[in-house]
């Protein structure tokens, strides 16, 4: 689409990752009516970082693409059989896995990663070595990185707004920089500030 070609050189970057994580998952889907249904919009960061783990688990499973905007009422169904409150607001993902249902990318990549010995694990395995990793999500999760995608390109059209959001991703950005280096082993380069 034309608006995407005004995006920073690292959203364009960003978008074609997320499709091809999404082109992947879909190579590995079982054929319909598997035992692993995963409900994905294709564009949501949460509902890729659950595809990811499906993909590095090795997990075959059939993915359904729905509409956010227009949710089919099978997809709301699903949804509503993990959460309780009434007539909630859907999201994805949604990992269905025989009677099982299961809400929140978090939650599905910690269940995947329990519920299939297949392919490679998903948490390194010492416990310090682990809560690192989950201190190191966290802190994604809180910086806003994850969303930092959706608000930049929903601010295409508007100077300010867009200058704002590119602020707080660098702001985000170097926050996860320190991160790596607090936590991780110092190797590789730093992030991209610029």
């Given at each position: 689409?034309?608006?995407?070609?005004?995006?920073?050189?690292?959203?364009?970057?960003?978008?074609?990752?997320?499709?091809?994580?999404?082109?992947?998952?879909a190579?590995?889907?079982?054929p319909s009516g598997?035992?692993?249904?995963?409900?994905?919009?294709?564009?949501?960061?949460?509902?890729?970082r659950a595809a990811i783990a499906l993909m590095e688990k090795e997990v075959p499973h059939e993915v359904v693409l729905v509409s956010l905007q227009e949710k089919p009422a099978f997809f709301s169904e699903a949804y509503a059989r993990a959460h309780p409150a009434p007539e909630p607001r859907a999201k994805v993902?949604?990992?269905?896995?025989?009677?099982?249902?299961?809400?929140?990318?978090s939650v599905i990549c910690e269940y995947v990663d329990e519920a299939f010995t297949t392919g490679t694990p998903l948490l390194p395995p010492s416990p310090e070595e682990r809560a690192r990793?989950?201190?190191?999500?966290?802190?994604?999760?809180?910086?806003?990185?994850?969303s930092a995608g959706f608000k930049i390109l929903s601010a295409l059209d508007d100077t300010e707004a867009m200058e704002k959001e590119v602020a707080a991703l660098r702001v985000a950005l170097k926050t996860?920089?320190?991160?790596?280096r607090l936590y991780g082993k110092g190797e590789g380069p730093p992030l991209p500030m610029e």
């Open positions: 689409p034309a608006h995407l070609s005004r995006a920073p050189g690292g959203m364009m970057l960003l978008l074609v990752a997320a499709l091809a994580v999404l082109e992947a998952s190579a590995l889907s079982a598997g035992a692993v249904k995963f409900y994905t919009s294709g564009t949501c960061p949460y509902a890729q993902p949604v990992v269905e896995h025989g009677a099982l249902t299961l809400i929140e990318s990793v989950r201190l190191f999500m966290e802190m994604w999760s809180s910086s806003g990185m994850g996860m920089d320190a991160a790596l």
